[in-house]
């Protein structure tokens, strides 16, 4: 769930060239520019034909326009190696096979209660090195296992949930279907209880210049179209330790070097991430890999910028900000990470101005982990409070929800909530209509040890 803050000082824009000679091979199945296409060789035109007419061959190309007959592109391929990183989930097994769709709840899979681990990096710098050795914090380390634990089942019901859902999500569902259809799933694998494990925060399933906040109220059926870039931004909790991540879903192939830029710049913002790193390092990092790529949409260059007040942030129990903000641009950020802390990374790239402003009906809402005692003088808004503390808390949530736990008349009494400072509402964050926006976020914790990415999974 993005974390918006005020607008952090972007420097200058980092391009770079784009004229490596495979490069120009690879992208010679149709995305390559006109003037990258000048510089190929009869060679490599000659082979940049054949990989055009395999692709073709399995339906790889779909025309604009057209329904495609596969899975979204990129996001269910095989993942990135390029960055440096292995995708290795490893740890326990599961003691049976998950159905499909997905029912069987974690617990169930992995009776010991010992789940799956994310992706294991040592420390890189200097000052760190010690760490993967040392007793001292691997002590430590076991004496937050029950926490971490937590955190790792819910990783494994995000990365259960999303790979279902990636395979069935297609061009004329309703937005509504699709949350309903992560929602349902996250319900059921996690063993919703309350506040006690479930749902961390409504499923955002925002479109194309609308970055982050959205998600379907009661009555709206928007359809998802072949032309669309959704970012699915879902979080899943067990004893409050939440797992925010996110990524996007795309059809049609010529938003793939967007999507490529958002992915890259995530995994770079991980990359850098470490005890005692600046948070503006991290941000200059990303911004740099960011904005190194362009994509062309309908014979026109867009550089992919990053979206300056859109930010990560470090995760607290039961808190989905906690704190601190990650930024993904060049700033003066000096506060660093700290052992112990768990952050979700999250990076927006667009094809607009790259920066968001609130508009849209809000469907987004959250009580203030300090909310302030008031004395509410309407009964109504006194119900609806004793409903957010019992079923959700300090957690996000939305109107849909509200109205299916029967809530129905709830639009004045939240806003009494709201008014009165108790609860906050999250609108939907745009870039200028006509742009296109992407996401890529995972969550990871800074162990005594090492640093473990807990929700990368096989497909990002």
Request: proline share 6%; charged share 25%.
């Amino acid at each position: 769930m993005a974390d918006a803050q005020q607008p952090t000082q972007a420097l200058s824009d980092a391009q770079v060239a784009k004229d490596d000679e495979e490069d120009s091979v690879e992208e010679a199945d149709g995305n390559q520019t006109p003037a990258e296409g000048a510089k190929m060789t009869a060679s490599q035109k000659k082979k940049a034909k054949k990989k055009k007419k395999k692709a073709a061959a399995t339906g790889g190309n779909a025309a604009p326009g057209t329904a495609p007959t596969e899975a979204p592109k990129n996001d269910a391929a095989p993942p990135q190696t390029t960055s440096g990183y292995t995708f290795n989930v490893g740890g326990p097994k599961p003691v049976k096979a998950q159905t499909n769709p997905p029912s069987i709840p974690m617990r169930q899979l992995y009776p010991d209660g010992k789940f799956p681990i994310g992706q294991i990096e040592n420390y890189k710098d200097e000052a760190n090195l010690y760490r993967s050795n040392s007793e001292e914090k691997r002590l430590l380390e076991r004496m937050s296992e029950d926490e971490l634990q937590n955190a790792r089942r819910s990783a494994e019901v995000h990365r259960q949930t999303r790979e279902y859902v990636r395979r069935n999500i297609k061009p004329g569902m309703k937005l509504v279907e699709i949350c309903q259809m992560i929602e349902s799933s996250v319900m059921k694998l996690v063993e919703a209880d309350g506040i006690k494990a479930g749902r961390a925060f409504p499923t955002g399933c925002s479109l194309n210049h609308v970055a982050a906040h959205y998600t379907p109220n009661t009555g709206d059926d928007t359809v998802l179209t072949y032309d669309d870039v959704m970012k699915l931004d879902f979080g899943v909790h067990v004893g409050g330790r939440i797992i925010d991540c996110a990524f996007t879903v795309h059809h049609n192939p010529k938003f793939d070097p967007l999507v490529n830029a958002v992915r890259d710049a995530t995994n770079t913002g991980i990359k850098a991430a470490g005890i005692d790193v600046r948070l503006g390092d991290i941000g200059a990092a990303i911004q740099e890999v960011m904005e190194s790529y362009e994509v062309e949409l309908d014979g026109k260059i867009y550089p992919v910028k990053s979206i300056q007040n859109l930010n990560g942030h470090s995760i607290a129990p039961y808190v989905i900000h906690g704190g601190k903000s990650v930024p993904i641009v060049r700033g003066r950020e000096m506060t660093k990470m700290e052992e112990g802390e768990y952050y979700a990374i999250e990076t927006f790239g667009s094809t607009g101005k790259g920066f968001v402003n609130e508009d849209m009906e809000c469907s987004h809402y959250m009580k203030r982990a300090d909310a302030p005692h008031v004395a509410l003088r309407s009964a109504g808004s006194k119900a609806l409070l004793a409903h957010i503390n019992k079923n959700h808390g300090t957690l996000a949530f939305c109107r849909r929800w509200l109205d299916a736990e029967g809530q129905p008349r709830h639009l004045m009494a939240l806003k009494q909530l709201v008014d009165a400072g108790i609860v906050n509402p999250y609108p939907p964050l745009c870039d200028v209509k006509g742009s296109y926006t992407a996401q890529f976020e995972h969550t990871f914790v800074l162990k005594p040890t090492c640093k473990e990415v807990l929700s990368r999974g096989t497909d990002y």
